[in-house]
């Protein structure tokens, strides 16, 4: 048995290419901007085949790509196309040039659920939120039919000026598509969650900008798990920056969290959840001098941590200062 073979033997790619624009990713490197959208008779030739297999039980694990929901969509201008120098047709904002109907996409997925000895569909690569704003019918059909109970979405960050650094869409965009989510679930009659993949230590993330982060996950009702620690990786923005300290499209110095300690303590942040986190948790509300924090996020148990800490601290000191000789 091969582990890795496993783990993908009943997904189907059903395109290559990205033309999100994501800093950190390398992907429109290798694959390229252009989205390569497989035929649906290409596509359901592969389902069907699948579906004759001795070992299949019914279960397709994804139908996708780098971005599930890009799946059929092109640029509407060729000369638009050919002059095009944008690095994204989602960031800043979505390409007016960019035909993003979903009709493709849905009328393919249907096909799929449709094939003899199908049981189930699940989508379960990445999906891009932002661009699911036009996408009414794949958002309808992918919460009715194609989630596994949990639909991975990667935010990777709220803090608006870290967003525009990994040129990613910022909170308003996520929690806009949350609340459509929750409630299109819940208007089904479907127990379904958001699996938010996040990254920690990300070129223009300070400690304070991860603690604003846990603090909203945990507003919005999230026990994060997928949490990376941001990797330099050779062809990406976020390198460049990583490398120069300089965000290269404007021009600006931007800061880099660059040591082990530091790195760990914005993940411990996130993982705040975690009993073996906690005590960097502590460590880092203290070098935010945000104790005061430490219910909000540890509960009553880091809230007394805190005040026991403190209370140790300050009988050393006072334990110090009598301690210490008389000048005369």
């Not at 932002?130 to 989630?147: I, K, P, S, T």
């Not at 290269?248 to 914005?266: A, F, H, I, N, W």
Request: aromatic share 6%; net charge positive; glycine share 8%.
């Amino acid at each position: 048995m091969i582990p890795a073979w496993e783990q993908i033997k009943t997904s189907i790619t059903s395109h290559r290419g990205c033309f999100g624009g994501c800093a950190f990713c390398a992907i429109a490197m290798h694959q390229g901007k252009t989205i390569q959208s497989r035929s649906e008779t290409s596509i359901l030739a592969e389902v069907r085949e699948l579906a004759d297999k001795a070992w299949f039980r019914g279960s397709i694990s994804d139908v996708g790509g780098p971005t599930a929901n890009m799946y059929g969509l092109f640029c509407g201008s060729a000369e638009a196309n050919r002059m095009c120098r944008r690095t994204s047709c989602l960031f800043p904002a979505i390409c007016p040039y960019l035909e993003s109907s979903d009709r493709r996409a849905v009328g393919m997925l249907r096909k799929v659920r449709a094939v003899e000895g199908v049981k189930h569909v699940a989508v379960s690569s990445g999906v891009r939120y932002d661009l699911m704003e036009r996408q009414a019918a794949y958002f309808r059909e992918l919460v009715g039919h194609h989630v596994s109970g949990l639909l991975k979405v990667a935010p990777e960050h709220l803090a608006e000026h870290v967003t525009a650094l990994m040129r990613k869409p910022g909170r308003k965009a996520f929690e806009s598509f949350l609340q459509r989510f929750r409630d299109e679930s819940d208007r089904i009659g479907k127990r379904q969650q958001i699996v938010p993949y996040l990254i920690s230590g990300h070129p223009g993330c300070r400690l304070s900008d991860m603690l604003e982060l846990a603090l909203a996950l945990k507003e919005l009702g999230f026990r994060v798990e997928q949490v990376q620690d941001f990797t330099p990786t050779p062809g990406s923005l976020s390198t460049c920056m990583y490398h120069t300290g300089i965000d290269p499209d404007s021009g600006k110095t931007v800061y880099v969290p660059r040591s082990d300690r530091e790195k760990g303590l914005q993940k411990a942040l996130l993982l705040w959840h975690q009993p073996a986190e906690r005590n960097k948790v502590l460590e880092a509300l203290r070098e935010l001098g945000r104790e005061d924090l430490a219910g909000d996020l540890l509960g009553a148990s880091g809230r007394g941590r805190i005040e026991k800490k403190t209370a140790v601290t300050e009988q050393s000191r006072k334990k110090q200062h009598t301690g210490a000789p008389k000048r005369h």
